[in-house]
């Protein structure tokens, strides 16, 4: 079953305009995940976020974390065309045998020049 | 540095046929994992390996087998290829299962079940 889920399913913005997005999860977790596939690629990692953490920034990224309402977002500001891509969050729950990640089913994401 | 590397690109089978996707990754990665992707569904956990010798079962195991004799390795065998399984399958590797290390992927295979 999926844990996290994103919100909106699709996203079109212009370039310069800053683009958020959301996720959702059902159950506790150790650290959450965003990761971006441009089309017809792997995803590639952006931020981890630790559960005890609230905020992390990596350049143009901000994700926050808020695990009361098990909720995550990322901003990605200042948008460019090449930022075009779907963004997918995953949860990590358990370790050693027991980590599994399990990701959303995305948002897509279109910034237009 | 390679990273991690899926062959085939792309592969038609016939109902019936069983293959093997590769997997490989140089980064001495404890943990690997199958993903596949199917529009609408995301990503789901096919099988996973903690280290050589070790694996488990993910979300969706069934019609898949894997093995982990190697660090480097993770096949991923389709024992009876089924319409249902025409996908996007994707290898990932991290550091550690612990938790804390992000996933590398492979840049996946596109499997067609005729």
């Known amino acids: 079953s999926q844990q996290g889920e994103e919100d909106p399913q699709a996203l079109s913005i212009q370039e310069g305009e800053n683009a958020t997005m959301n996720c959702s999860y059902k159950?506790?977790?150790?650290?959450l995940q965003w990761y971006r596939q441009n089309s017809g690629r792997g995803l590639v990692h952006l931020i981890l976020?630790?559960?005890?953490?609230r905020e992390k920034h990596s350049g143009r990224l901000r994700v926050t974390l808020d695990t009361s309402k098990k909720s995550s977002s990322l901003l990605i500001t200042a948008s460019r065309a090449a930022d075009t891509a779907s963004y997918f969050c995953?949860?990590?729950?358990?370790?050693?045998?027991?980590?599994?990640?399990?990701f959303g089913k995305g948002t897509l994401l279109t910034v237009n020049p | 540095n390679a990273g991690v590397t899926q062959t085939p690109k792309f592969q038609v089978l016939k109902t019936g046929q069983s293959m093997t996707l590769q997997c490989a990754q140089d980064?001495?990665?404890?943990?690997m994992s199958w993903y596949r992707q199917d529009p609408g569904m995301g990503l789901r956990l096919i099988h996973y390996?903690?280290?050589?010798?070790?694996?488990d079962q993910g979300e969706v195991p069934n019609g898949y087998n894997v093995s982990r004799s190697t660090t480097e390795d993770f096949p991923l065998r389709l024992l009876s290829a089924a319409p249902s399984q025409t996908s996007v399958y994707f290898c990932?590797?991290?550091?550690?299962?612990?938790?804390?290390?992000?996933?590398?992927f492979g840049n996946g295979t596109r499997l067609t079940v005729t």
């Open positions: 990932a590797s991290s550091y550690s299962g612990r938790g804390n290390s992000p996933l590398h």
């Open positions: 159950t506790s977790i150790n650290n």
């Open positions: 976020i630790r559960s005890n953490e």
């Open positions: 995953a949860t990590a729950r358990g370790g050693g045998s027991n980590y599994k990640l399990t």
């Open positions: 980064m001495n990665h404890e943990y």
């Open positions: 390996s903690v280290g050589a010798g070790i694996t």
